[in-house]
Structure formats: C-alpha cells, structure tokens
C-alpha cells in the first residue's frame, strides 16, 4: 500500500475514533444538567448587561452601538461558558473518574483524546455563536459583518484558546466541585479585561493596552472589528497574529502540563 494511502487511512480512522469519544462524551453532557444550562442560557441572558454598562451618548462617542456591543458580548460568553467552564467541568471529571486513564490504553492517541472530549462543547460553541451572530445582526440591524474573515478568524482562535485554557485549567483542579472555583480567574479577567462587559475603547489608554495581552482579547476584537469596520490593516493583522499567537501557545501549554492521573 502506497504512502499516500497508509496517510489517508491512518487520517480516516483517527477522525472515527475521535467522533465515537465525541458521541459519548456528548451523552455524559446532556447528564449534567447545570453544566447545560450554564453553556446555553449564560449567554445568551449576560450581554444585556453588557448593554447597560455604557449609556447611548458613551457608546456614540466611541462610535459604537448597543449592537456591537452586545454581539461580541455575546460571543465572548459563549467562549467563557459554553466551551471553557463546561470543559474545564469535562476534563476533571473524566480524569478523577479515570476515564481518561483507560483511554490511553487503548487506541486513542493523547491528542485525540484532548480534542474528542473537547469537540461537543467546541460545536456547540460554535453553533451558538453562529446563532448568536445572526441574531444580534439581524434584531440590532447591524447587517453582515464588513470584515467576515475577521470574524470567522476571532470566532475560531477563540474557541481554540478557550478549549486549550479549559485542559490547562483542568490541571490545577482537584476536583469537579473546585472547578467552578478555579475557572473563575480566567472568567473574571476576560469579562473585566478583554472587551466583553466594556468596550476596551472606553477603557484608560493604559489599561486597554495591558488587557489586549489576555488570552481572549485578540478574538473578542476580531469579532467586534469585523462589524464596526474600525480596525485598520495594521490594527487587524496585529489582533489576527495575536489571536493565532495565544491559541498556539494554549494548545502547547494544555499539551505540556495537562495531568492524566487523578489528584489524590
């Protein structure tokens, strides 16, 4: 058999046995009830908050509207919620249950596990934020994004970091009930620093500098870039090398330091 074919072949039964992880994993998700309803009403309920940091007049003055920032509001806590706390959740509980131990001795290879387990919460952060979007654009009348590359590309790399912090996360917790609690840095910092409940444009000159090096900002600027049209060339290439910079260096450090034994 040709090379080409071994590569196929290997290539077709990696991606099965990643989505027979993936169809089960998705069941043990449906189990948990408030793992569900965190992913999916969070949200969707929390960007109206983010609607009533600012008043109209602010939000004019920085030229942006209730819908770009309730959009990428929207988006950033699908990334928080639906796929980082749930994983984070995920990995843990598989982990203590050493499920994620009897998986390495099989065929799965390390990598394989990582992403079959994260794949139901990676689609259904995508499918919501996909919804979310659409959403926002047509209530808000905001209309189709003017840069959807940007979009597609913050939409990705942050569902990518978010899975990849939620593995490195899962690390340090010892426990399923001290998962909520160990998430919370990571959730409280992208809420308060990365543009999700406040604009960095409303933020001090200085501030808003420092909270573009946290791990979801380049993606939540990508997404809202790509409605408001505000970034310029050089502004969105520096955002999409560093949206690509931090999903690299997540997935490397997950890879690095993600625990496979139980923390007893």
């Known amino acids: 058999m040709s090379a080409p074919a071994l590569s196929a072949g290997a290539a077709s039964g990696s991606l099965r046995r990643m989505r027979a992880?993936?169809?089960?994993?998705?069941?043990?998700l449906g189990r948990n009830k408030g793992v569900v309803f965190t992913a999916l009403v969070v949200p969707l309920t929390?960007?109206?908050?983010?609607?009533?940091a600012l008043g109209q007049d602010e939000l004019a003055k920085l030229g942006l509207s209730a819908g770009t920032v309730m959009l990428p509001a929207a988006v950033g806590f699908t990334f928080l919620f639906a796929v980082y706390a749930s994983l984070v959740n995920a990995y843990v509980a598989r982990r203590e249950e050493l499920v994620l131990k009897r998986l390495r001795t099989g065929e799965l290879s390390d990598p394989e596990i990582l992403v079959g387990t994260a794949l139901p919460a990676l689609v259904l952060g995508l499918a919501q934020a996909l919804l979310l979007c659409a959403g926002c654009a047509a209530l808000l009348r905001l209309g189709p994004p003017k840069a959807p590359h940007l979009a597609l590309l913050g939409l990705l790399t942050g569902l990518v970091t978010s899975a990849a912090l939620a593995a490195l996360t899962s690390a340090f917790?010892?426990?399923?009930?001290?998962?909520?609690?160990?998430?919370?840095?990571?959730?409280?910092?992208?809420?308060l620093g990365s543009g999700i409940m406040f604009p960095t444009e409303a933020m001090?000159?200085?501030?808003?500098?420092?909270?573009?090096?946290?791990?979801?900002?380049?993606a939540v600027r990508l997404v809202r870039g790509a409605w408001t049209g505000h970034l310029s060339a050089y502004g969105a290439l520096g955002a999409s090398a560093a949206a690509l910079a931090w999903a690299a260096v997540a997935v490397f450090a997950a890879r690095r330091w993600f625990r496979w034994e139980p923390r007893r």
């Open 21 to 28: 992880l993936a169809r089960a994993e998705l069941t043990l």
């Open 46 to 52: 929390l960007p109206f908050t983010a609607r009533q």
């Open 173 to 191: 917790t010892r426990s399923t009930e001290s998962a909520q609690v160990t998430a919370l840095p990571v959730v409280f910092a992208s809420m």
């Open 204 to 218: 001090p000159g200085r501030l808003a500098r420092i909270c573009e090096f946290l791990p979801l900002s380049p």
